[in-house]
Each structure stands twice: as structure tokens, then as C-alpha cells.
């Protein structure tokens, strides 16, 4: 029988996958509101994009150890993470893309 | 300073695409002689996004200011308004999997089919990603030096 995934394996797994469209989103959010999110991003550390990634660092961490106790196959995890990682990618992109 | 920075973190960039390959072709041959290896590889591909992203960033935050009025002037504004703004973002989720790569290299790689895909998959989207940031890092340049020679 096969070793299941160690716990940091899966809980940091789907951290990475919920963190990715997090922070997606979070692009979204933020330029669609220039005066309150952005503004607020940048007066947090002077500049926004240094908010943005100390906010992913945190939901990624803390994620990573409060997802512990999840199970899933190793299988589901992949998907899980490519399909976020796309989906990610493709909000970011999609939105700029819209956006120039 | 700022060229050297500049040069600095596309050197590095291409420095966590290469070991990145490294990894995924490392771990398609997979076996008891070869996992140590690996593992040391994940960790290198971590630690070198991690200081990529660190001088990257601060030459981002420091002096890109004066690139993106130069870019935005000239004939190729997308270079900022598509290519910076999504490679800025997209590199966050680069660094996450780059850090999470030494931790799925901790499982049965050799015994585990399931475990080695995952890797695989983490290291694939890596080397994808890698590419997509080191390509538009190239076409932000140009938008720089064509906004620069119009000037």
C-alpha cells in the first residue's frame, strides 16, 4: 500500500490553491478600488505591491498550519493546484488584458 | 546600482527556471539514487525564487518608477499596462509554489505514484510560469529602451 501525503504536504498544497486565487482576486479588488483597498495597500507599507505580498505570505502560512487535520488523495491535490494555478493566472492576466 | 540589480534578478530568474527544469526532469527518472537529490534541488529552486523575489522586489519598488514613465510614453505602453502589471502578480504565485516544492519532495517519490505526479505537477507549473515571467521581463526591457530611445 502506498504512503498517504504527509500533513504539511496537503495542508500547504491547498493553502498554495486557496492563496493563488486569493491573491487573483485580490488584484481585482484592489484596482477596481483605487481609493479605499489601493489606497489603504499602499499607506500599509508604502507601497502596495509589498501589502499584497506580505497578505499572501500570511494567508499561506497560516492556511498552511490550519489545514492539518484535511485529507485528500494525492490525485485531487494536483488538480486542485494546477486548476487554481491557472485559474489564478488567467483572472490576473484576463483582468490587465480588460483592463489596457 | 540599478543595472546591476536589473541584471541581477534576470540572471537569478533564469537561474529558478534552469534548476526548475532540473527538478522535473530529475523526478521523471525518479528512483532511490536519485531522491536525495532531488530534495536538494527543491531546495535550491526555494531558496533561489526567495532571493530572485527579494531583489527583484526591492528594484521593482526602488526604480521602476522612472521605467514604467519611460515605457508609457513610448510606442509599447503594454510592456507596463500587461506584461509588468501581470508578471508583478503572477510571480507571487511562483513563489508559492517554489516554496511549497521542498515540501511535496518530502514524500515517497520512488515508492508513491500518486506523490511524484503532485511533484511533477508543482515543478511543471514552475518551469511554465518561469518562462512566462522571463519572457514578458524581456518584453518590459524593450518597452524601456524603445520608450528610452524615443525620447
Redesign the interface.
Known amino acids: 500500500m502506498?504512503?498517504p501525503?504527509?500533513k504539511?504536504?496537503v495542508s500547504?498544497?491547498l493553502a498554495?490553491a486557496i492563496?493563488?486565487i486569493f491573491?487573483?482576486l485580490l488584484?481585482v479588488i484592489k484596482e477596481l478600488s483605487e481609493n479605499t483597498v489601493l489606497a489603504l495597500m499602499k499607506r500599509a507599507t508604502?507601497?502596495h505591491?509589498?501589502t499584497?505580498?506580505i497578505i499572501?505570505l500570511i494567508v499561506?502560512v497560516a492556511l498552511g498550519f490550519l489545514l492539518t487535520k484535511v485529507q485528500i488523495?494525492?490525485?485531487r491535490?494536483?488538480r486542485v493546484?494546477?486548476g487554481a494555478?491557472v485559474a489564478?493566472?488567467l483572472i490576473?492576466?484576463g483582468f490587465?488584458?480588460l483592463?489596457? | 546600482m540599478f543595472e546591476v540589480m536589473v541584471m541581477m534578478h534576470a540572471v537569478l530568474g533564469l537561474l529558478v527556471l534552469l534548476a526548475g527544469i532540473w527538478v522535473f526532469v530529475e523526478a521523471l527518472n525518479v528512483s532511490q539514487s536519485n531522491v536525495a537529490r532531488i530534495r536538494l534541488a527543491s531546495l535550491i529552486v526555494a531558496v533561489a525564487m526567495w532571493v530572485t523575489f527579494a531583489v527583484a522586489g526591492y528594484w521593482y519598488v526602488a526604480y521602476y518608477a522612472a521605467d514604467k514613465a519611460l515605457i508609457l510614453k513610448g510606442p509599447w505602453p503594454f510592456a507596463h499596462n500587461f506584461f509588468m502589471e501581470t508578471k508583478e502578480h503572477v510571480v507571487l504565485m511562483l513563489l508559492l509554489l517554489t516554496t511549497f516544492l521542498p515540501i511535496a519532495a518530502q514524500n515517497d517519490l520512488v515508492g508513491n505514484k500518486g506523490a511524484r505526479s503532485l511533484f511533477l505537477c508543482v515543478a511543471g507549473l514552475i518551469v511554465l510560469i518561469g518562462v512566462a515571467v522571463e519572457g514578458s521581463g524581456g518584453i518590459i526591457s524593450m518597452g524601456a529602451k524603445l520608450g528610452a530611445a524615443l525620447r
Open positions: 502506498e504512503k501525503l504527509g504539511y504536504t500547504f498544497g498554495l492563496t493563488a491573491s487573483a488584484v508604502g507601497h505591491w509589498i499584497h505580498t499572501d499561506f488523495s494525492p490525485e491535490l494536483s493546484i494546477i494555478t489564478g493566472g490576473i492576466a490587465y488584458l483592463a489596457d
